[in-house]
Structures are given as C-alpha cells and as structure tokens.
C-alpha cells in the first residue's frame, strides 16, 4: 500500500522526499545541536607531550633561559661558552671572553640581551643575540655571583653565594652590593616577584629572602630543617615557588611569607631548577632522580622519566614555544618536554547595547575531540530515531 505523509505546508510528500527533508534536518541539527554540546563541554586539561634530548657535545649546560630572538639560551659551566638553540634544536656556541670562568645564571636583560653569571671570575657577563660578549666586575672579590634575574625596575639582579649579598647591576654595567641579614647563608636562586620585589634563597640558613629595590632585606623561614632552598619562581597563582634539595618537597610561599610544602614523590630526587609553565603548572627538575616533575597550583605532583637514564637535569625554563625545555648536566644535553595546548576557538562577541562601547573582549570555548565525538554520536542517535519513526509510519 502506498502511504503517503502530510508535513506542516499541508501538501503531501512521498517518502524519498521526507528522507531528504530528514538529513537537511539532521545536517541543520548537527550544526545547531552539535556545536552547543561541544561548547557547553568541559575544557580538557593540557596534556603532556613527549620529551626530546638535543646534545651539544662536551660542555656541562647548567642555566637555561628563554632569549628575547625566540630561541633558547644556556651556559655551559666547563665548556665556558653561552650556547643557543633553536626550538627545532640547531645549536650554537659562544666563547666567553676569560677562561674558566664557571658560568651558573642566565637571563634575558631588559635591553634585549641575555646577562649570566661568572661565578669562578667574579664577573656579570652580557651577551647581544648575535654573540657578542662584554664583562663587568663585581665590586667584592670572589663573590661568586651565582643565579641572575631581570628585575622590575629595568635592572638585573643576582645572587652572591660567597660574598652573602644581592648585587644589582644596571644595563650600562654599574653594580650595587647589598648585605643580606643572616651570615654565611649561601645565597642560590632569584626571581622577580609578584609584588614588586626580588624573592631568593639562603640554602643554608633555611630561608626564603625578599628585597626590594630600594635593597631593604626581609627573610622567611621554611618549615623543614635544612630543607636547602634552590632555585625559586614566580608562578601563575600570585606566589612564589622554590625547590628544596634536602627536604625532598616543593615550597609555595606568598608576598606576605606564608609558607606550605609539598613531597615530590620520588625519594632523594634533589630537586633544583623551577619555571612556571605556559598551562599554568610549575615544572621542575630533579638532579639526582632524573626526572621531570609538574606540580599543580594546589600541590599535585607528576613526573616524567627522559629518554635517557641519570642524565642529572639541573635547570629549567619555559620556552617562547609554549614548551618547557631543561638543561641534562650529566649527558651534556638540552632537553624538551613538549605541552600540548587545547584549542582555542572565539565565541561570538555580544552585540554592544545602545551607547555601550565595544570592548573587543571575546571569550574563548575549548574544543576538544571528546566533545565532537559526543556530538556526532547525540545528532546520529537522534536522526535514527526520527527515520525510524518514519519508516513505521510509511
């Protein structure tokens, strides 16, 4: 019997008909339903990539730094050079000018150079991004400057862990010494703050130290004895975060000097370099272990194993190419560790209302592969229900 089916128009349409009204319905769906449950879904969390291993030959990389050319720059502690590489991994190597002078720290400068630390010569070395070296002395001799950082009033800050000061030098050269409060205390890592200030470590006396830039000191103790605090950050939740090597435990501390731990998970893994992450993570080293490690802002621990065993990573940066990339002291190699990024894709701006101004602010919806199976698999589930429908009616 030939049935025949009435849609809304009220003419009648033969089902080969109403199957292709279905699937314009089903694509008109699809583009309707289909995309509000991939925008409605929950963003998906960055997901870790691979790590790859670039060797430089002999040289021992210690400090890594992202460089103002978009590639990455390092020192070589007994190569005596300042390497660069490239985010594809082509590497060059640039003499410094004394011999043996035991390069630590290195940071990008203000002035569109890179500035490191001599720590056996006593010296604040700058290099231009085509290679071009000049030292500047250190008023106090064998200071041994150890770790650098761009500071927020156009200066480079650096750590003497001899000497017990916090040394400022300008763009042109001109350094200031200021003495920290407890002697002896083996100054290692600086950073900038969030609040204005240099924050840095005192690896044997236990504390957490702020200065400002008018050079008034301030320290705070850390809850574990002995903990030996190292390298330090500024992270993404407006505090700072420090490794301690004795104590086996990332730090978190805020401006105001509250200070909470947290264990790395692998014993006596001697955690030193930290960076903060272009997914809003911290990533660290651990020298002894072997291992990089990923810590949330609310204290939650991951590690990943490198391709190659023992290769003691010691520093640690996040890249201009939204990856984080280490130095591996023990293989003498440069190391990536790839972060995958979600997809971004702009909502549709608001329409200002009368006399509102356009702010040109437009939010964001992650789009994930989980979402766009979901969607496809809703719209599918829906279509055949409704050519089932119309089969039984047909």
């Known amino acids: 019997m030939n049935h025949n089916f009435t849609i809304n128009t009220g003419k009648s349409a033969k089902p080969g008909s109403i199957y292709r009204a279905l699937a314009r319905i089903s694509s008109t769906m699809f583009a309707i339903f289909g995309l509000s449950v991939i925008v409605l879904s929950v963003p998906a969390a960055a997901v870790t990539g691979s790590i790859t291993e670039f060797p430089i030959g002999a040289g021992l990389p210690y400090g890594i730094t992202a460089g103002p050319d978009g590639n990455l720059w390092f020192v070589e502690l007994t190569g005596n050079n300042v390497g660069r590489i490239t985010p594809t991994g082509v590497i060059a190597e640039f003499p410094i ?45 064998g200071s041994s400057p150890a770790f650098i950082t761009a500071g927020p009033d156009g200066n480079l800050w650096f750590t003497e862990a001899t000497a017990n000061n916090i040394g400022r030098i300008t763009t042109a050269g001109v350094v200031t010494e200021f003495p920290v409060i407890t002697a002896a205390s083996n100054l290692s890592g600086i950073t900038s703050g969030p609040d204005g200030d240099l924050w840095f470590t005192e690896m044997d006396s236990n504390n957490i130290g702020r200065i400002t830039t008018a050079g008034v000191v301030t320290e705070f103790p850390v809850i574990t004895a002995a903990s030996s605090p190292a390298s330090i950050t500024s992270g993404p939740d407006g505090n700072l975060w420090f490794t301690e090597r004795g104590a086996n435990n990332i730090g978190r501390i805020t401006p105001s000097g509250v200070v909470t731990e947290f264990p790395v998970p692998t014993a006596g893994s001697f955690p030193s370099g930290i960076t903060s992450g272009s997914d809003g993570n911290l990533w660290f080293v651990e020298l002894t272990a072997g291992k990089v490690g990923r810590i949330t802002p609310s204290g939650v621990v991951t590690e990943f194993i490198p391709p190659t065993a023992g290769s003691n990573p010691i520093g640690i940066t996040a890249g201009p190419d939204s990856n984080v990339w280490f130095t591996a002291t023990a293989i003498n190699s440069i190391g990536r560790v790839t972060i995958d990024q979600p997809i971004q894709t702009p909502d549709p701006a608001p329409t200002p209302g009368p006399g509102a101004p356009d702010t040109g602010v437009y939010r964001g919806t992650i789009v994930t592969p989980q979402a766009l199976l979901a969607a496809v698999v809703v719209v599918g589930s829906i279509t055949s229900v409704i050519i089932y429908i119309v089969r039984r009616n047909s």
Do not use: K, Y
């Open 97 to 141: 000018t004394t011999p043996g002078s035991q390069p630590v720290g290195i940071t990008a400068g203000p002035d569109g150079n890179l500035w490191f630390t001599e720590t056996a010569t006593n010296n604040i070395g700058r290099i231009t991004t085509s290679g071009v070296v000049t030292e500047f002395s250190i008023t106090t001799p």
